[in-house]
């Protein structure tokens, strides 16, 4: 069975590079009839934040990538950890290191130089006493050789040996490190592929030789490069690199900001809208590119638009109480949403024209007005509030026929002479939807009084 996770850390909030990696461990999952886990890497007590998890898992719910089994928390599998450092060091493959902050910081100067290195940094390595100071526990990595990695998106990798490589497994404190948990998490869970971002590259070969250790099969790697701004740079906060659940408050579908992420690196011929089931059914991480993606904004907005344009205005409606509109009951739902949905890329976008109509203005535009405002538009407007009282008018068509065929040709007019000074009554200025759209919406009597108002300013 293959099986994959995504295992974030609870220091920050979830970002689209995460998500990113998480949706393509899930894809190849579901592909496979496999099983998509979740594990919490929270071992660094001190910079856990609870809400970040929350975040986490509120972000999954958000997408609807729902993983299988319960989540796993590294803060509460300590004890497993120290089991498995002990065995290392019962079996010879660890050890006590003695040496002090202060000279591995002058080890470390020395190398960054390029100097000759005051001391072998495995000094401790075949130390068999025991010293009362403070210690963390090496890793006794092989003296030479190279590692050779078969990575499924970057090929052929190979790592030379390096006295570096008896690397600190657990710290002075107990606590284990990061490349120690993750082979034993990832073993005891049962992974068979990890696919994540290839700044872990360097990661991986140490966790190669944990897994060699103990003996332990190692993983199929496939390890995707970075998202990259518009420039090629790295992605920050202000190109888009931001928690999750900022996208909905800005008003994205998560089936788009999905659609958008597994197009950054990966394709399927020049087909641009995928739904889940053909994410599911095409995606191959052999078919990921080695080279860095690059973040678009206009193309997650016209993604978001279509998949906007193709969501039921009920649902539609639903969504939109998030933004402070509320229209479920509003009797021209049908025709409200058919002529926004068009004009707006976000839902965001959407409920700002929405209030737009639906609230009478408070201020018009003066541009407009010295424009279209002329000496007998006061004549006209109360006319045309005169003629439509008496009428029945309920859709679109019924505006537009008693406009364009009744009132503008009985009262000798042009279309610009009373069609510009309904807009600012209704809206304050001359822009927005379709003209007897928007009168069918807002019905004959809120027009009236939205013509009324301007007639008495």
């Known amino acids: 069975m293959v099986i994959t996770r995504f295992a974030p850390s609870p220091t920050g909030y979830l970002h689209i590079g995460g998500l990113r990696t998480a949706l393509l461990n899930y894809l ?193 790697f496939y390890h995707v490069p970075m998202i990259h701004n518009e420039k090629g740079k790295k992605l920050s906060k202000r190109d888009g690199a931001v928690d999750v659940m900022e996208y909905k408050k800005d ?74 509109v509320e229209i479920e009951n509003h009797d021209k739902l049908e025709i409200l949403l058919d002529e926004v949905k068009d004009r707006a890329q976000t839902l965001k976008e959407m409920a700002e024209i929405i209030k737009n109509i639906l609230n009478a203005p408070t201020e018009y535009n003066e541009k407009a007005v010295k424009k279209f405002i002329k000496e007998n538009t006061k004549e006209n407007l109360s006319k045309f509030v005169e003629f439509i009282k008496d009428k029945e008018l309920h859709l679109p068509t019924d505006w537009h026929d008693v406009l364009m065929d009744e009132f503008i040709p009985q009262n000798g007019l042009k279309p610009k002479d009373i069609m510009p000074p309904l807009r600012i009554c209704m809206n304050g200025d001359t822009k927005g939807i379709d003209l007897s759209a928007l009168l069918a919406i807002l019905g004959k009597e809120e027009v009236i009084n939205r013509i009324n108002k301007f007639l008495a300013i």
């Open 28 to 220: 190849w999952a579901k592909k496979n009839d496999g099983k998509f886990r979740l594990r919490i890497e929270d071992t660094d007590l001190a910079r856990n934040k609870e809400e970040a998890v929350k975040a986490i898992l509120e972000a999954f719910k958000w997408v609807g990538m729902n993983w299988d089994d319960e989540v796993v928390y590294q803060s509460e599998r300590f004890d497993i950890y120290k089991k498995y450092v002990n065995e290392l060091l019962e079996k010879g493959l660890a050890y006590k290191c003695y040496l002090t902050s202060e000279e591995l910081k002058e080890y470390r100067e020395a190398v960054q130089a390029g100097k000759e290195a005051p001391f072998d940094v495995r000094k401790y390595r075949d130390f068999e006493g025991e010293l009362d100071k403070d210690f963390v526990i090496r890793f006794k990595a092989p003296m030479s050789g190279e590692l050779v990695l078969e990575d499924g998106v970057k090929g052929k990798v190979v790592h030379q040996i390096q006295p570096s490589d008896d690397f600190v497994i657990a710290r002075s404190s107990g606590v284990p490190t990061y490349n120690f948990v993750v082979v034993v998490d990832d073993h005891e869970m049962g992974m068979t592929e990890i696919i994540r971002g290839d700044d872990h590259l360097t990661n991986t070969f140490k966790q190669m030789l944990i897994y060699q250790a103990f003996g332990w099969d190692i993983p199929k």
């Open 251 to 324: 008003g994205y579908l998560p089936q788009a900001l999905l659609n958008f992420l597994i197009r950054l690196g990966w394709s399927y011929g020049d087909q641009e809208i995928f739904s889940m089931e053909e994410m599911i059914n095409l995606f191959n991480p052999n078919d990921i590119n080695s080279a860095p993606s690059r973040y678009n904004l206009e193309k997650l907005n016209w993604l978001n638009h279509h998949y906007i344009k193709n969501t039921p205005n009920k649902e539609l409606a639903k969504l939109l109480k998030d933004f402070d």
